[in-house]
C-alpha cells in the first residue's frame, strides 16, 4: 500500500503477482485511457515535480490519460455507463463526478 503497487490475484487461486512501477515502465503502452481504480492506487513518492508512484508510470510508458480514483465503486460505475452510451472520457467523468457530489450518501456536505 505505501508504495503504489498493483497486487494481481488471479481467480484460479495460482500464485498471486505485484505489479510495480518498474513492470509499468518496462513496457510501451498505447492506451488512450488507463483507469485505476483501488483505495491506495494513488500513493507514491511526493517529489517537487508531483507524486511519483505508478500512475505517472502509465503516462511514461505511453498512456495518452490516466485517471486514478479513490472514490468507491459506485464512482466508477456511473463512468462506465456513461462510457458504454459513446460519450467522451472527459465527459463520463465529469458525469461521474457531479453524481458523486450531489449523491446523499457521498456527497460533500457527508465528510
Known amino acids: ?3 503504489g503497487e498493483i497486487a494481481l490475484a488471479p481467480d484460479n487461486g495460482e500464485m498471486d503477482f505485484i505489479l510495480t512501477m518498474k513492470d509499468v515502465k518496462g513496457v510501451q503502452i498505447r ?3 488507463v483507469v485505476l481504480s483501488c483505495c491506495h492506487i494513488a ?4 517529489k517537487a515535480e508531483g507524486v511519483v ?3 505517472r508510470a502509465f503516462l511514461g510508458a505511453g498512456a495518452r490519460s490516466v485517471l486514478v480514483s479513490l472514490w468507491a465503486i459506485e464512482f466508477m460505475k456511473i463512468f462506465y ?3 458504454l452510451k459513446g460519450e467522451s472520457a472527459s465527459e463520463a467523468l465529469n ?5 458523486m457530489r450531489e449523491s446523499e450518501e457521498f456527497g460533500a456536505d457527508k465528510y
Do not use: F, V
Not at 43 to 46: A, Q, Y
Not at 95 to 99: H, I, L, R
Open 1 to 3: 500500500m505505501e508504495t
Open 31 to 33: 492506451a488512450r485511457l
Open 43 to 46: 500513493h507514491g513518492e511526493i
Open 53 to 55: 508512484g505508478i500512475a
Open 81 to 83: 455507463h456513461h462510457l
Open 95 to 99: 458525469q461521474a463526478t457531479n453524481y
